[in-house]
């Protein structure tokens, strides 16, 4: 008898799958704007400039591939604490856990708040990034979902949220929020909207759980954190899990970082000890190119400055595209207005298209999109907008 011979195909994950599926598409004039990933206009997701001159600097001194701690190497660590919450919270209230990437950062928490806390509930935003109910469920957390989309599935429904928060939790109950660059809507609460959210998971008790995987997409570096400014105002204890995949382009090198806000510096060290130990016990120690590579670059003047303008161009050119894909998409006479993409932030819009639409843009057309009809607008591109306007004006006929 085998031991592995009854074992079943476990399904294909809903977004890398269908970058599988694109991948073998045959047809020359196929688009992905599936998967969450920043595309140059030649259609290439760069390395930054910025990034290579680090990694050269690196090849040329690095003088070891020794382990690193295992909550990471200590100046990546500052710097992470002064990009997510500059001088707002006194470092010794923050410990902050070099990760492999901001998935990392959600496992650790999640394993950190099954291992230490009493709240085993988790409210995620309906929707969100798929993967956040199966990390949350990984370590035995019982999800629950919470209004976000209106059912118009374009504005945010502020009331369904503040209602489900205020009546529907327990004190201890943890609380995700998108920082910004909400995924997959692209609709993120205003700064008086962050206020009223603050107030009520303050006021519940609630453990502010936010995944800042778009830091400067939206808004730019600071503006971004605001969110967690208006949280971190009410709240003296609060984590957030970091990704710097997108910002620096770093997908493959695997960073990011956990961050956990306490209400004192003797609190911030038990908590580093006790998410060491699960790191310990998880992956032991964390990768070191990529947050060597971030790290050098916020020790420079001159990098750091290169970084920030490499980072407004990829959110700047996002933003063209989106407005120059609502402008043929009124050129096309498909008689549908999407113009309220252009309040949504970052690299994901909800399109409103439907699962029928997005099947026949993937069969008929090769151009394909999550059945959610989120669009990755940073996949489009300035030469083939008219074809991809066309495209989508046939399915909503
Ligand atoms: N959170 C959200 C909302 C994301 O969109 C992503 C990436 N798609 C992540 C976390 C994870 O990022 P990483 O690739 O750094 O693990």
Not at 18 to 41: C, H, I, R, W
Not at 217 to 238: N, P, Q, V, W
Not at 323 to 332: A, G, N
Request: proline content about 4%.
């Amino acid at each position: 008898t085998s031991l592995f011979g009854g074992i079943p195909t476990a399904p294909p994950d809903s977004i890398l799958g269908l970058t599988e599926a694109f991948q073998a598409d045959k047809n020359p004039d196929k688009m992905n704007l599936s998967v969450g990933v920043y595309k140059d206009a030649s259609g290439q997701t760069p390395i930054l400039d910025c990034v290579k001159a680090a990694e050269q600097r690196l090849v040329d001194t690095e003088a070891t591939k020794g382990y690193l701690p295992i909550d990471g190497g200590p100046d990546y660590r500052g710097h992470v604490r002064k990009l997510v919450f500059a001088e707002t919270i006194a470092a010794e209230r923050v410990t902050v856990v070099q990760t492999p990437g901001g998935t990392g950062a959600l496992r650790e928490s999640a394993a950190f708040i099954a291992d230490q806390l009493s709240g085993r509930r988790v409210w995620v935003p309906s929707p969100t990034w798929a993967n956040h109910n199966s990390v949350f469920a990984s370590e035995r957390l019982l999800v629950e979902n919470y209004r976000y989309l209106g059912s118009d599935k374009k504005s945010f429904d502020i009331d369904g949220m503040l209602d489900d928060l205020s009546s529907k939790t327990n004190v201890g109950d943890a609380v995700l929020l998108h920082a910004c660059c909400h995924n997959p809507t692209g609709v993120d609460p205003t700064p008086s909207q962050w206020a009223q959210i603050a107030d009520v998971v303050a006021e519940r008790g609630l453990l502010p759980l936010i995944d800042f995987a778009y830091q400067g997409f939206g808004h730019g570096l600071d503006e971004d954190a605001e969110s967690i400014r208006a949280i971190s105002a009410k709240c003296d204890e609060l984590m957030v899990c970091s990704s710097f995949s997108k910002n620096f382009g770093l997908y493959s090198e695997r960073v990011g970082a956990l961050c956990v806000v306490s209400s004192d510096s003797a609190t911030a060290s038990a908590i580093q000890s006790q998410i060491k130990k699960l790191v310990r016990t998880n992956y032991s120690n964390p990768p070191r190119h990529g947050a060597a590579v971030v790290a050098t670059i916020l020790d420079d003047e001159k990098l750091t400055a290169q970084w920030h303008d490499e980072l407004a161009m990829m959110r700047n050119r996002i933003k063209t595209l989106r407005e120059q894909f609502v402008e043929t998409m009124k050129t096309t006479g498909a008689g549908h207005d999407f113009s309220f993409l252009l309040d949504q932030n970052g690299m994901f819009s909800f399109s409103g298209l439907n699962p029928m639409q997005v099947d026949e843009l993937l069969h008929k057309h090769s151009i394909y999109i999550v059945g959610s009809g989120r669009i990755n607008v940073a996949g489009m591109s300035e030469s083939r907008m008219g074809h991809l306007c066309e495209a989508i004006a046939k399915v909503v006929e």
